[in-house]
Nanobody, 115 residues
Framework: QVQLVESGGGLVQPGGSLRLSCAAS????????MSWYRQAPGKERELVAT????????NYADSMKGRFTISRDNGKNTVYLQMNSLKPEDTAVYYC????????WGKGTLVTVSS
């Protein structure tokens, strides 16, 4: 059974940083690309970033380039999202997504950027 458990969300001031983690189990983590998505209140879910199975290639949504960094540790079956220079518009629930089979979602972790 695939499980994706996000953590690391919380309240942060504008300009601050957070690192999200997603612990994966139930599949061969090192064989599959992983993504982070986010969904802000009243908006559709949007892709944040994707990383290949080896971590050798990454892609970002334009609004996150230069501020967010996706990475992974295949030894720990974990994917990370380092978020810097956070803005109020980054407030959202952040979801981990495994590109395995039909795709699998975590339950999300809430990030609130506010002073």
């Amino acid at each position: 059974q695939v499980q994706l458990v996000e953590s690391g969300g919380g309240l942060v001031q504008p300009g601050g940083s957070l690192r999200l983690s997603c612990a994966a189990s139930g599949f061969t983590f090192s064989s599959y690309a992983m993504s982070w998505y986010r969904q802000a209140p009243g908006k559709e879910r949007e892709l944040v970033a994707t990383i290949t199975n080896t971590g050798g290639s990454t892609n970002y949504a334009d609004s996150m380039k230069g501020r967010f960094t996706i990475s992974r540790d295949n030894g720990k079956n974990t994917v990370y999202l380092q978020m810097n220079s956070l803005k109020p518009e980054d407030t959202a629930v952040y979801y981990c997504y495994a590109l395995y089979g039909m795709g699998h979602w975590g339950k999300g972790t809430l990030v609130t950027v506010s002073s």
